[in-house]
């Protein structure tokens, strides 16, 4: 929402403007069809050639939830902590193995399934079942596991952060495919010089456009939607430092109760529950 609210005050102040100061609009909506599908296709041609399918698919993804509401909220996070206090909380009464059932089978156990936002989440899941699994084996040290889980972390965050680096190439390619389009359009003009100068200021006038529009497209479009899926990513990140701070806790021998403060403590200060919302929400669960 914020998004398309953005890009309306962008284009009316940009136009707006412009209109106010006597600029003639005729020009470049004459022109936009044109220039418009020689800048975007250029740069979707180049964006294909330069992409990995993979990573296409992402970024095709990443767009779509740029328009979405974020899914990292108090509540979520609350939901997440209480479902790690409660999975500590059992294997600290009965033993680490008591456990077992509900990390080899997540989505048929009660402890999972009580909390069916983060529950029913591929990736928190397999994260958070992946590492009970090894501290249920016993094979492995704390620092052993830290290193690994900040490995995946890193892995994560880097292959979420690939649409964000193919939007930012492709922001930064759009001035010079609005700088071609421009260049055609001169050509085109130089092509017709034996025309009224009347005639001759309307195509130069349309082969500017080109310029405009690149440079409009990339800082007002695209560039602005790479920052954006960039923040999204990084609320991704924290998530599983969320879920790594807590496990780790727990592995040094602190209680389920303070596990998760240590936990709570990394979320960013706009989502992290207060002390006593979390206590009392991990009470009422």
Same mark, same amino acid.
């Given at each position: ?149 900040? $490995? ?10 690939? @649409?964000? *680096?193919?939007?930012?190439? +492709? !922001? #930064?390619? &759009? ?30 006038? $349309? ?10 497209? @990339?800082? *007002?479009?695209?560039?602005? +939607? !790479? #920052?954006? &899926? ?56």
């Amino acid at each position: 929402m914020f998004v398309i609210i953005g890009w309306l005050i962008a284009l009316a102040c940009i136009f707006g403007v412009f209109i106010a100061h006597g600029g003639n609009i005729g020009v470049v909506l004459h022109a936009l069809p044109f220039e418009m599908t020689t800048i975007f296709g250029a740069a979707i041609g180049a964006m294909v050639a330069n992409n990995q399918m993979k990573v296409l698919k992402a970024t095709a993804k990443g767009l779509g939830d740029c328009f979405k509401g974020s899914k990292y909220s108090k509540a979520r996070y609350m939901e997440l902590l209480a479902l790690m206090y409660d999975i500590l909380q059992k294997a600290r009464k009965e033993g680490l193995m008591s456990i077992e059932k509900d990390v080899e089978d997540p989505h048929s156990s009660p402890l999972f399934q009580k909390y069916p936002t983060v529950g029913n989440d591929h990736h928190v899941t397999e994260f958070i079942t992946d590492y009970l699994r090894m501290m249920v084996s016993g094979n492995l040290n704390a620092h052993e596991i830290e290193s690994l889980m900040d $490995s995946e972390i890193e892995t994560h965050h880097h292959e979420a952060h690939s @649409a964000v *680096a193919a939007l930012q190439r +492709l !922001a #930064g390619g &759009l001035p010079a495919f609005g700088i071609v389009a421009a260049v055609l359009g001169v050509v085109n003009t130089m092509g017709s010089v034996g025309q009224p100068p009347a005639v001759l200021g309307g195509m130069i006038g $349309s082969a500017l456009v080109g310029t405009f529009l690149g440079i409009l497209l @990339a800082y *007002a479009f695209a560039e602005p +939607l !790479a #920052g954006l &899926l960039e923040q999204k990513v990084d609320d991704g990140s924290k998530e599983f430092q969320c879920i790594k701070t807590t496990l780790l806790a727990s592995m040094q021998g602190y209680a389920p109760q303070v596990a998760i403060e240590f936990g709570r403590k990394v979320l960013y200060s706009t989502d992290r529950p207060s002390f006593a919302e979390l206590e009392s929400h991990v009470k009422k669960k």
